[in-house]
């Protein structure tokens, strides 16, 4: 039984989420603050969490912040409708998906069956061996990342997407790909999520030693994964 943990101060929103995931075979706890959430996955650790942006005592983004210090946990951002500077910053510290208020619990349902079927995926699929490219080593039993030896903390979404590139180094992967590969999910028109966790990604593998980006921008199409000749 999956384990869900749902942040929200929003009684009325929380009891319809906690009904439906309930009636989905989801084990579902309720925190009504970051605190308090925090405080039940220092008892029983969750498989996903559902953190609100705007609560009393920890609001999201600080909760998301405290999590990330110790787990990569999978986390959704809950937003409101049309502030894209709260899906941003909530995404640039971590987050794997972000949905805005009022929401579908279907939708919802997706989201989250899409992230822990990546993970499920790639933990029991028959390709576990590592890859090594440009001074990145991906352990793929763990789903550890090491960047010159040195260990690197990623999000869900971040080591899929990272996957993805280096199984196909020095070829172009398209946006739609991307989004439907890494993130489960078609590429809509105003979705800013995947660009977001490249440039989170850019920024903890850095660039290699002639200062160009090991993710690079194929303008107007996708991004691709540089090999170095030394990393072939």
Not at 80 to 104: C, H, Q, T, V, W
Not at 147 to 157: I, Q
Not at 188 to 209: C, E, P, W
Request: glycine share 6%; aromatic share 6%; hydrophobic share 40%.
């Amino acid at each position: 039984m999956v384990k869900l943990l749902l942040a929200d101060d929003d009684a009325r929103l929380s009891d319809l989420i906690k009904d439906y995931f309930v009636g989905e075979g989801y084990e579902v706890s309720h925190a009504w603050n970051g605190r308090e959430a925090l405080a039940l996955m220092a008892q029983d650790t969750p498989d996903i969490v559902i953190l609100d942006v705007m609560m009393p005592e920890l609001d999201g983004f600080e909760t998301l912040k405290q999590i990330r210090n110790k787990s990569s946990l999978p986390v959704i951002m809950l937003t409101a409708k049309g502030d894209d500077i709260d899906r941003i910053l909530g995404l640039e510290m971590g987050a794997d998906d972000y949905l805005s208020k009022p929401f579908n619990p279907r939708e919802l349902l997706a989201r989250i069956k899409a992230i822990l079927r990546r993970a499920s995926q790639e933990k029991e699929g028959d390709s576990t061996a590592d890859l090594e490219l440009s001074g990145v080593l991906l352990r793929r039993k763990n789903r550890t990342v090491f960047l010159e030896g040195e260990p690197v903390e990623l999000t869900s979404s971040e080591y899929t997407l990272l996957e993805c590139m280096m199984m196909v180094p020095g070829q172009v992967l398209t946006k739609q790909e991307l989004s439907e590969k890494a993130l489960g999910r078609k590429l809509t028109m105003y979705d800013r999520s995947l660009d977001m966790h490249i440039s989170n990604l850019r920024k903890k593998i850095g660039n290699l030693d002639n200062s160009e980006p090991r993710i690079k921008t194929v303008r107007g199409v996708g991004y691709i994964f540089v090999a170095d000749e030394e990393g072939l």
